[in-house]
């Protein structure tokens, strides 16, 4: 799902209408996730009619008000208004949450040619590899809420983040495929210089004891002498 977006300019539906256009930011926010694509039309009346549902199954699922961890889910509003205008007025009726392509960004158009986009109101669901999990799940929407979600949460294999903390997953979202060559380097690495101090410490214990290796062999070659020189034990 990532690869849709890189290079690409998603925005915030918040106040300030902030922007995430670093690979990074697109990274942490859509990773591991569902996508659900919205395809609509503020001149529509069957889609001004179904963007209340959108805005309660979004919000019931994300909300913490609602839940008690916010569902891996990204809603990202596909216009396809004919004025900015138009696309403005539709976001009020959106969540705040929900992502969104700027009306000059062509990549719009493009997005509905991909997936093949007949009507509107569409809703492609798509699991985090870019594969359709639903090709229109509006209707699914409408009849079932959020208990769909469980359903697509088995079907799209999601890694369960319930056991990690935001910090925790992130991390481990930003590692790249060489970590196990790296993490092998540097144990190598390390018992190496494990064995250098091990060295080291003998050679001291050595020269503390007066003759280093020397005074150990005549050390033992006199131990020898002794055992060998008829003792009564």
């Known amino acids: 799902m990532v690869d849709l977006f890189v290079d690409r300019v998603l925005v915030k539906n918040n106040k300030d209408q902030d922007e995430l ?3 990074r930011e697109i990274v942490t926010r859509l990773q591991n996730r569902i996508l659900m694509l919205f395809f609509a ?4 009346d069957t889609c001004q009619r179904f963007a209340p549902t959108l805005h309660d199954f979004f919000k019931q699922l994300t909300d913490e008000f609602y839940v008690e961890r916010s569902a891996q889910l990204v809603l990202l509003y596909v216009s396809l208004d004919q004025s900015e205008e ?16 700027a009306y000059e960004d062509p990549y719009r158009r493009e997005l509905e040619t991909m997936f093949e986009v007949r009507e509107v109101p569409t809703v492609v669901v798509l699991r985090p590899d870019c ?8 209707e699914e929407i409408t009849r079932l809420g959020p208990d769909c979600y469980r359903n697509w949460h088995e079907a799209a ?4 983040r319930n056991f990690l903390i935001k910090e925790d ?8 495929f060489s970590d196990p060559v790296r993490r092998l380097k540097y144990k190598v690495e390390d018992e190496k210089k494990k064995k250098k101090k091990e060295k080291k ?5 050595r020269g503390w004891g007066g003759g ?3 005074g150990e062999e005549a050390g033992a070659g006199g131990a020898d002498d002794r055992d060998g020189g008829g003792s009564m034990w």
């Not at 594969?131 to 509006?138: K, Y």
């Open 21 to 23: 256009d670093t690979e």
């Open 41 to 44: 039309s503020a001149e529509s």
């Open 86 to 101: 138009q696309l403005e007025d539709f976001l009020k009726e959106l969540p705040k949450k929900s992502l969104f392509l």
């Open 131 to 138: 594969s359709i999990l639903i090709p229109n799940a509006v």
């Open 157 to 160: 294999e999601l890694i369960d």
């Open 169 to 176: 997953f992130e991390d481990k979202s930003m590692r790249s």
């Open 201 to 205: 410490k003998r050679k001291q214990r």
């Open 212 to 214: 280093g290796d020397k």
